[in-house]
């Protein structure tokens, strides 16, 4: 039988039908005709990019690369590594970019001049340039990779412009979910998400009938504490706490970076997906489950009404995700040369087990902040962020991060809004990582 995750320690406040949902448990396939196809009679579709020389941003060029007949970049959105963005923009031409800060200018036009560009995009400046290349007039979906509360302000005005929002930033829906939700349905856009869990969501959804969908299963891979007892890891705490530092910044699957691999052995990460599937696709929190699937071959999957599951599988592989997004509803043909196909020999078993909550409390508070809704799951978002620096710095244990993160919620609880402007959500998150640091005090460092 089922177990439904709930919190005894806050309160029971259920707000999670407030909002709407991106796509409500189901996603219709447009019709053929509706929707210009793909590379035909010179067809590409126009993308704008935020966050052009971080992770996500250089796959989804990749992509564009890969496949130049079917997608042109009208605009870029960048930080300070002018370099790369000057051979981003000698490789694709954009008509648009923006920089982090005006110092970053004149480097630009510099290392432009290097590339030997001489048909100079014109150039914007901070979150009022991010902005505009999110709302270019040309593009007709935005690949949101900003990382944080800065992209927040971007995909509004996308949005309000109409654009399809190809979605890579978590702050969107997990912060941002109780104003972005309605906005959505407001202007009739597309969330299409990049993170692969919820694309394999999105990819088990189409064409489900009205009320065919019955419950969400997030796999995750456990992380890097998944073969540890609880008892063992308070022992490391207790006895070796940098021990227990090195292990919980390893992945045992992929070489990842520090936040990324902390989210994954804590089962943060799956906290906030939960939240963000809720925003999604609308399904109650009783009817979000995770998984622990160590392999990471199956994504994630859907039980339908009549108890048949549909899973996504595939090797891990962020581009396929991202690429979807960007084709969405039509499927892309790559090369078996740098997209290798799923081999059912190669992948051997694949296991299953259920996560424990004694071991991942994030679980159990990320439940519950989702129910709480408004602006809970933006302090959440960011009380664990703050949590994980500190913990990354040592200045706090393993077991301080889900401490601090309790603490900053409860807290949170005097003064949360349930139907937060973009003001409210941007202010919280700031007074979620203040909060944290006020609450941890020296005593807590595992090392000096």
């Known amino acids: 039988s089922r177990r439904v995750i709930r919190s005894s320690c ?11 949902a991106c796509w409500p448990g189901r996603c219709a396939i447009p019709e053929e005709g509706t929707y210009q196809r793909l590379g035909v009679d010179g067809y590409r579709k126009k993308i704008s990019l935020l966050g052009s020389t971080g992770s996500i941003g250089t796959q989804t060029l ?9 997608f042109e970049v009208v605009a870029l959105a960048a930080g300070r590594n002018v370099d790369l963005l000057a051979k981003q923009v000698k490789q694709f031409a954009p ?3 923006a920089v982090q800060s005006a110092d970053s200018i004149e480097p630009l036009k510099e290392a432009l001049k290097a590339e030997g560009v001489t048909d100079v995009p014109e150039i914007l400046v901070g979150n009022e340039g991010a902005i505009e290349v999110a709302r270019h007039p040309d593009c007709e979906a935005v690949v949101t990779g900003i990382v944080g509360c800065a992209g927040l302000q971007p995909t509004v005005e996308a949005i309000k412009a109409g654009k399809d929002i190809c979605l ?6 997990i912060a941002g979910g109780p104003h972005i939700v309605p906005l959505i349905e407001k202007h009739g856009v597309k969330i299409l998400p990049a993170d692969s869990e919820h694309s ?3 990819q088990c959804i189409q064409g489900l009938p009205e009320d065919g969908l019955r419950r969400i299963i997030l796999t995750a891979s456990g992380g890097a504490f998944r073969d540890y007892s609880l008892d063992e890891m308070r022992f490391l705490a207790e006895n070796d706490p940098l021990a227990l530092h090195a292990k919980a910044t390893t992945h045992p699957n992929w070489d990842m970076g520090a936040k990324i691999t902390c989210d994954s052995a804590t089962l943060m990460n799956k906290s906030l997906e939960v939240i963000e599937a809720h925003y999604l696709y609308g399904t109650s929190y009783d009817d979000i489950d995770v998984v622990i699937h160590p392999q990471s071959i199956i994504h994630s999957m859907v039980e339908t009404a009549d108890s048949s599951v549909l899973a996504q599988l595939g090797w891990p592989d962020m581009r396929l995700p991202i690429l979807y997004t ?4 039509e499927r892309v043909m790559c090369s078996e040369e740098t997209w290798p196909r799923l081999d ?5 078993d694949l296991t299953f087990k259920e996560p424990d909550t004694d071991k991942y409390p994030s679980l159990t508070l990320g439940y519950a902040a989702g129910r709480d809704g408004g602006t809970m799951t933006g302090v959440f978002s960011a009380a664990n962020e703050q949590a994980v620096a500190m913990f990354l710095d040592k200045q706090i244990g393993y077991f301080d991060i889900f401490a601090v993160i309790e603490k900053a919620c409860e807290k949170h609880k005097q003064e949360i809004v349930l139907d937060p402007s973009l003001d409210d959500i941007v202010h919280f998150d700031q007074w979620a990582r203040d909060y944290v ?7 807590m460092a595992i090392s000096k």
């Open 10 to 20: 806050v309160s029971n406040n259920n707000n999670e039908a407030r909002y709407g």
């Open 62 to 70: 990749d992509i564009a690369e890969e496949h130049a007949d079917k």
């Open 95 to 97: 008509k648009m970019v």
């Open 168 to 173: 890579a930033n978590k702050e969107t829906l």
């Open 200 to 202: 394999a969501l999105f």
């Open 326 to 329: 960007m084709s969405w509803p």
């Open 344 to 348: 059912f020999i190669k992948m051997g």
């Open 437 to 443: 640091s006020s609450v941890v005090s020296p005593d």
